[in-house]
């Protein structure tokens, strides 16, 4: 047999999935269209928040794995629907092929079984009638997986606004401090131009010892100040990526200072914030549809025993040219098909594995079930530390204040040497400073506890 030239293969199908392959799908408008603000505009907190939720780019990797997730429900959905395909095929040749008959069990012929070309037109239709439950199980894993795909959205959301959060008052927090190292190095300063005049002019009041000190204690303020305003920067730019701005976007807040706390009202109750958290949070709903997806892969692995049922039909034509035989063949093929599986040693071995993830997946969903309920009960705990430490520290602002002024009375009557002045500044700054980390540790305690309680108090932010 000489060469065989393959001149085209033409082939087209297409799989009939209902209405999602007759109406197009419009892509589901999950919020509404995201707001403008003018270049100068000042941001609060919330707005910020709600900001991030459109422009930041890990909610939109989410969300984008939510609907391919939810292209795998409606595969497993197709599964119900019969699949139509057409095939057409052309072939040429360069040499008669044949094939040697016995006919009527008395001669031997050659029967030419081509010509200058042949044609082939084939129409396939396959419908699966029966699985034995695999679909029905196939389908509810498939929607329980999109479902966790969509919450792991919104614990996202959720993780990103703490984010957001936390990174507002890092700004506000260096933005104080840098206030209060302002003020203190004004003051050292003032002290040591005096302190070193009395010293030029022969007093006792100071020597040159006061004014040496307080000279150094400015420059460990003027490193410290270094320090706090490359970390407002960071925060800054941290800020800025967390709510989705570009970094060639200006970022201005309408408040650069921490807001003080609520009042002694606002103490938390452990218990009662486990109650309202526990049920709301994402990862709690997720673990246990997870674990109900174990389950199903059980009843999967199980229904491998029972049989597949299908229908295919097919229809043929295949035209020739000058060629008797081939010249027009036509075939209509119906076949009902049941597969009844007898014997796969890897089978029983599925149904062991599937059996022992359900167990996990149950031990699993009880360890989260406790870390949760820790992560609330210490959080709630954390806030109430948080709330009682902002007011001790103020009380101790308060006493570092009045110290200083003491301090200075007692040094213009010449009852205490200079140093003691530069040390009454150094305690009052560092009273204001520790006032305003307890008022800074106050504010990202109360954002994590409305985090791990899914208290929103916007519509998407806290």
């Not at 197709?78 to 360069?94: E, G, M, S």
């Not at 082939?120 to 034995?132: D, E, R, V």
């Not at 270094?226 to 970390?231: C, E, K, L, N, S």
Request: with cysteine; aromatic share 8%; glycine share 4%.
């Amino acid at each position: 047999m000489r060469g065989v030239f393959l001149v085209g293969l033409v082939s087209c199908g297409w799989l009939a999935t209902g209405c999602a392959s007759s109406v197009k799908r419009e892509p589901v408008v999950q919020f509404p269209p995201p707001p403008q603000y003018p270049a100068d505009h000042r941001y609060t907190l919330d707005e910020l928040v709600q900001l991030s939720i459109y422009r930041n780019a890990s909610l939109d990797v989410a969300r984008y794995e939510a609907e391919a997730a939810q292209g795998l429900v409606d595969q497993v959905k197709a599964l119900w629907l019969p699949t139509l395909r057409y095939d057409f095929v052309a072939t040429a040749f360069d040499n008669d092929l044949s094939y040697r008959v016995r006919a009527f069990n008395l001669a031997t012929i050659n029967v030419p079984i081509t010509g200058a070309y042949n044609l082939t037109n084939s129409l396939a239709l396959a419908q699966i009638i029966s699985t034995g439950g695999k679909r029905t199980s196939g389908l509810k894993q498939a929607k329980m997986f999109a479902t966790i795909k969509k919450l792991d959205v919104l614990r996202q959301q959720d993780a990103i606004a703490l984010d957001v959060a936390t990174y507002y008052q890092l700004v506000c927090l260096t933005s104080d401090i840098d206030a209060v190292l302002d003020d203190t190095l004004r003051r050292i300063r003032v002290f040591r131009q005096v302190a070193q005049e009395l010293n030029q002019r022969g007093s006792l009041r100071a020597s040159q010892l006061d004014y040496l000190q307080a000279d150094f204690f400015a420059s460990q303020l003027e490193q410290l100040q270094i320090a706090v305003r490359a970390g407002r920067q960071q925060a800054y730019a941290a800020l800025q990526q967390a709510a989705g701005l570009n970094p060639d976007e200006p970022l201005l807040l309408r408040e650069t200072a921490l807001p003080a706390p609520l009042t002694t009202l606002d103490w938390i109750s452990a218990s009662a914030a486990v109650v309202q958290g526990f049920l709301a949070r994402p990862e709690n709903q997720q673990v246990n549809l997870f674990t109900k997806i174990r389950e199903e892969q059980v009843k999967f692995a199980k229904a491998a025993w029972a049989p597949n049922i299908a229908f295919l039909g097919n229809a043929v034509a295949i035209t020739g040219n000058h060629n008797t035989i081939l010249n027009a063949i036509d075939g209509l093929i119906a076949s009902f098909i049941i597969d009844v599986p007898i014997y796969d040693p890897a089978r029983r071995g599925r149904l062991r594995e599937a059996l022992g993830l359900e167990q996990a997946s149950l031990a699993f969903q009880k360890q989260v079930e406790q870390l949760i309920t820790l992560e609330i009960d210490v959080t709630a705990l954390d806030a109430q530390k948080g709330l009682a430490t902002v007011f001790r520290a103020a009380r101790a602002r308060q006493v570092a204040a009045e110290h200083y002024d003491s301090a200075r009375q007692a040094y213009s009557r010449e009852l205490i040497p200079a140093s003691g002045v530069v040390t009454a500044i150094g305690l009052d700054a560092l009273a204001k400073i520790g006032h305003l980390q307890a008022l800074f540790n106050y504010h990202n305690a109360r954002a994590k506890l409305k985090r791990v309680t899914v208290d929103r108090e916007a519509q998407y932010g806290y």
